[in-house]
């Protein structure tokens, strides 16, 4: 393969932005230290400092979509092809091409003209770490990150240090350098090395003013179905340990886990944690959520507010790490100001998904996630089958190829005026009680207080423990960790019982909206239960707390889907089988629990929340017995 291009490339090479040219040998300024006060970041005189900017993807951590790489899954599996075919020190050469290259001052300077002046910057266990035992330091390890820092004070922005891939994995995910891993919640020797791993930078970057955060484990998903907090709790006290070791002043970052958030951690200075935030990271409108507007409208309008409250109360920091809407369908340029600035107004930081891509096509697209890509075709090459010189002139290239900035994000981002965005209102939703007479023999219950006060919408078809058809309207907050809030309609059960029920429509009040069939001990707001419920996105959860007042544990099916959705829970010999079918399919079973503890008796029936304390969800069920 042929590379005409790389002269034009060195010869036409374009800084889109070069607001902050500091020659190479100059020492780089030092920026304002900044602390937090009061949950927000301020400076030396106590006035707010908005920090925004983007994520430095696909450097230091390769993820291989955004080279438009399908032959290959991720960098782990880069760097062993590099090392078969070319020799183990060529291998590691040629990634060492692609790490000098691809991101440059050029690049900083290009995101400051955005009016930004925050970077997070992704990296991996490798950049620090050798590869055996004992695990010691690298001898480059803090190469890439001191280019990273010293080109970032140069440009006038600040540093988020984001461990993206961490020893052994910390989720079965390509961009922890390694998919299918998720091996660092099983091996006490992954954990010590991601300790060491931030007991090292602590020592290199403590003081540094310019590098503001310290972004613990990006992403801790585990296999998606794990409950991870007891296990986050204690990683996030050893490295709390280790890191203030080094350095008390850094702000340090505890990450939401998948379904699960921030609020499990509680209040940080009870555990004696101080200078301690939160970062969670937001993609409303993809990866299985309907998308729309709708969907921004609700992240917005009453998720935002929620959390602004909670962290509010604990006075603490919060950094959205990512974000994107990336498609015009659901937003596109416009929402993405609309974000920026209200992350901006609430006082947190904000660091967009992502910089840069590089593609094949020349240009940019409507739908992107990107804000900077290649301005010219570019050649495909493949690390399976071409040449080493090919590749590296290919690496070489990425420093001084022609970029072109995403326009329509430039203009909406710097746009004096923000472009006007309109949510659509929300219709269809009761806001007051439904009155329907409840069946001979059942209870129905707002558990929890919940409000508004739910009801039924129609009154049941059928008698005794059979309907062909029963509406309810739920409200309440949640059914989640340790208090519930939420319409019940309920029957006495004894240990051995057989309940189905087919949801056959369901309301997106919110996306964690539930409805389902729950054996629960009693009606207090903190009662043991089992609970298989589905969502608004038709994904299916089995949830459990297994005494009054315990932590809930959950397993989501993982999979989207489309209603009707038929759900089943079957009691014997003191435990609770769940099932669900989509359809007419057959049952899937979702696992096995204990009946709930306690001298409460038991009652099983439907419950339905719409996790929105200002309307009422309504769910159509069908086909409900008990047996």
Same mark, same amino acid.
């Given at each position: ?33 900044? $602390? ?92 620090? +770490? ?50 299918? +891993? ?36 990006? #992403? ?75 969907? +921004? ?23 959205? &790490? ?42 940019? &697209? ?22 080493? #010189? #090919? ?134 707001? $903190? ?30 099916? &993982? ?12 009691? $014997? ?31 099983? &029936? ?18 409900? #017995?008990?047996?």
């Amino acid at each position: 393969m042929k590379l005409p291009f790389l002269a034009s490339c060195v010869a036409a090479a374009i800084v889109l932005a070069a607001t902050h040219l500091v020659a190479a040998d100059q020492k780089p300024p030092a920026l304002p230290p900044l $602390h937090v006060q009061d949950g927000h970041m301020v400076n030396a005189e106590g006035r707010p400092v908005v920090l925004k900017g983007t994520n430095l993807g696909n450097w230091l951590v390769i993820e291989t979509w955004m080279l438009a790489w399908s032959d290959v899954p991720d960098q782990h599996t880069i760097l062993e092809t590099l090392r078969s075919r070319f020799g183990r020190d060529e291998g590691d050469r040629l990634l060492s091409v692609y790490r000098d290259n691809y991101i440059t001052q050029r690049d900083f300077d290009n995101i400051k003209s955005l009016g930004f002046n925050l970077v997070r910057l992704p990296l991996g266990w490798d950049n620090i +770490q050798t590869e055996e035992a004992p695990y010691g330091l690298r001898p480059d390890a803090f190469k890439y990150i001191d280019r990273a820092v010293d080109m970032a004070e140069k440009a006038g922005m600040y540093v988020i240090l984001d461990l993206h891939g961490a020893p052994g994995g910390q989720s079965k995910e390509h961009h922890t350098l390694r998919g299918g +891993q998720n091996k660092l919640w099983s091996d006490p020797v992954n954990q010590r090395r991601t300790t060491e791993i931030w007991d090292a930078l602590s020592k290199r970057y403590g003081g540094r003013p310019s590098v503001v955060a310290y972004d613990l484990l990006n #992403e801790p998903w585990g296999d998606y179905q794990q409950d991870l907090r007891a296990d986050m709790l204690k990683i996030t006290a050893d490295l709390y340990t280790a890191i203030r070791k080094n350095d008390k002043q850094t702000l340090i970052l505890l990450p939401g886990l998948l379904n699960r958030g921030i609020e499990f951690y509680g209040d940080p200075r009870s555990r004696g944690w101080v200078n301690v935030g939160f970062t969670e990271h937001h993609y409303p409108g993809l990866f299985g959520d309907k998308g729309g507007e709708f969907a +921004q409208s609700r992240k917005l309008d009453r998720e935002f507010p929620a959390t602004k409250a909670y962290l509010s109360k604990l006075k603490a920091a919060y950094l959205i &790490g990512e974000f994107n809407v990336v498609n015009q369908s659901n937003g596109g340029d416009a929402m993405m100001r609309r974000y920026f600035d209200a992350i901006a107004a609430n006082g947190w930081m904000a660091t967009q998904w992502a910089y840069k891509m590089v593609k094949p096509e020349a240009g940019t &697209g409507p739908d992107h996630w990107y804000l900077c890509t290649n301005a010219d075709a570019l050649p495909k090459v493949s690390v399976l089958t071409s040449s080493k #010189e #090919e590749l590296e002139a290919f690496f070489k290239s990425m420093g001084t190829m022609p970029l072109v900035m995403h326009e329509g994000f430039r203009q909406a981002i710097t746009a004096k005026v923000a472009p006007p965005v309109v949510f659509p209102t929300r219709t269809g939703f009761l806001t007051t009680t439904p009155t329907a007479p409840v069946p001979t023999g059942w209870m129905l219950t707002n558990v929890g207080a919940a409000k508004p006060a739910g009801g039924l919408l129609t009154a049941a078809v059928g008698s005794g423990q059979k309907f062909s058809s029963l509406s309810m309207a739920g409200g309440g907050d949640d059914i989640w960790t340790r208090e519930d809030s939420f319409l019940f309609l309920s029957h006495p059960v004894a240990a051995d019982f057989d309940l189905t029920v087919t949801a056959n429509s369901m309301q997106e009040s919110d996306q964690w909206a539930k409805a389902g069939l729950m054996v629960r001990r009693g009606t207090d707001a $903190h009662a043991g239960h089992v609970f298989v419920n589905t969502f608004p996105s038709g994904h299916v959860a089995l949830s459990t707390r297994t005494a009054a007042g315990e932590v809930m544990t959950e397993k989501n099916d &993982g999979e989207a889907g489309t209603f009707p959705i038929r759900l089943r829970l079957v009691g $014997h010999g003191g435990s609770v089988t769940a099932s669900y079918a989509r359809g007419t399919g057959p049952w899937t079973e979702l696992g096995t629990r204990p009946l709930p503890t306690g001298s409460e008796p038991l009652s099983a &029936g439907m419950a339905v929340c719409a996790h929105d304390s200002s309307v009422l969800n309504t769910v159509q069920f069908a086909d409900f #017995e008990l047996k």
